[in-house]
């Protein structure tokens, strides 16, 4: 006989996923809110994102080459999301050289100073995001307005975010009622006609981009909807206590980085859970940790934190949470 039976471990039946594939179908999902933030920010948008985007392939690359000595996974596409989700954490007028720090920070410190990809413990766009805003608070919060494409870089015409306006608003004793009539009404800030940053803006196209995920199976829905489940809920509870104090759920959902959050950064395979409950769990609780940070915290904005520290928990919250496995005996 010249037949040859090849023998292999399980599995033995594929479903035609991989990193690769799920990695583009995740870039494919962001480009609704992408085209979203050069129709907006116009020259700016393309500038950070292009920035961002080569500087994390430039450095994985190097890093991965010419220190680790390993092959570099550039090929991958995760060096590509953590590029846009970077940029999507920025504002359109931030200084190049600003830009290519935070790409070094996210893809070195955040991803490769772990292992690479399948090891890191953090969010990697985040811990770009998070070390810029601490260490050039004042370049990481000048918002150029969304005032249509734009051919102006720094030039452009910068205001206060919504949440901004209304921390810094309430601190002064004004009423919250004086405030929100300041604000663009729920419709402008759900299509993305407000200050912020490139990806916070394109509420409508992100949301486009979670059904996409969905329909293609590459996320499920528990973490999105328990983070926005939990922030309605528990901003709703405050609003009812005291309307002047407080915000409503609509506010808060719509405004700041919480859609993008929780659609694009907590689903983060790497860093969340391994379960659909221990998902539902690390959702609540990075809602809980946004709705406190914002309302009681010195940052206006608390997704980011939020989502950073619940990745910490996510190794005990996958101990503490483990599916049913069968064939055991019963106790």
């Excluded at 999105?224 to 409503?248: H, K, M, Q, R």
Aim: net charge positive; with cysteine.
């Amino acid at each position: 006989m010249n037949t040859k039976v090849l023998v292999a471990p399980s599995p033995h039946i594929h479903s035609g996923d991989s990193i690769q594939k799920n990695m583009y179908g995740v870039v494919f999902a962001m480009l609704p809110a992408l085209l979203l933030s050069f129709f907006y920010f116009g020259m700016g948008a393309f500038i950070v994102t292009l920035t961002a985007v080569a500087s994390c392939y430039l450095f994985e690359f190097s890093i991965q080459k010419y220190l680790l000595k390993v092959e570099p996974s550039i090929k991958d596409g995760s060096a590509l999301i953590t590029g846009i989700l970077l940029a999507f954490n920025m504002p359109a007028n931030l200084p190049i050289w600003i830009i290519i720090i935070g790409a070094l920070v996210a893809i070195g410190i955040g991803k490769l100073t772990f292992g690479g990809l399948g090891n890191n413990i953090f969010n990697p766009a985040l811990v770009g995001r998070v070390f810029l805003l601490i260490s050039f608070p004042v370049q990481m919060t000048s918002w150029p307005k969304a005032l249509g494409f734009e051919t102006s870089y720094f030039d452009a015409e910068t205001g206060a975010t919504p949440l901004a306006i209304i921390k810094e608003g309430l601190n002064k004793g004004d009423s919250l009622t004086d405030l929100l009539a300041k604000l663009p009404s729920n419709v402008d800030m759900f299509l993305g006609n407000m200050g912020g940053s490139l990806g916070e803006v394109a509420g409508a196209a992100l949301i486009l981009g979670l059904i996409y995920m969905l329909f293609k199976k590459i996320i499920t829905w528990h973490i999105p909807v328990s983070i926005i489940a939990t922030v309605a809920i528990f901003s709703g509870i405050l609003n009812l206590s005291n309307p002047e104090a407080y915000a409503g759920p609509a506010f808060h959902i719509l405004t700041g980085g919480l859609l993008l959050g929780a659609i694009f950064m907590a689903t983060d395979y790497v860093t969340s859970p391994m379960s659909n409950k221990g998902m539902i769990i690390y959702g609540i609780g990075i809602g809980i940790l946004t709705v406190v940070i914002r309302v009681f915290g010195a940052y206006p904005e608390g997704v980011s934190f939020a989502i950073l520290i619940m990745n910490g928990f996510v190794p005990l919250i996958n101990v503490s949470v483990k599916p049913k496995r069968f064939g055991e005996k019963r106790k």
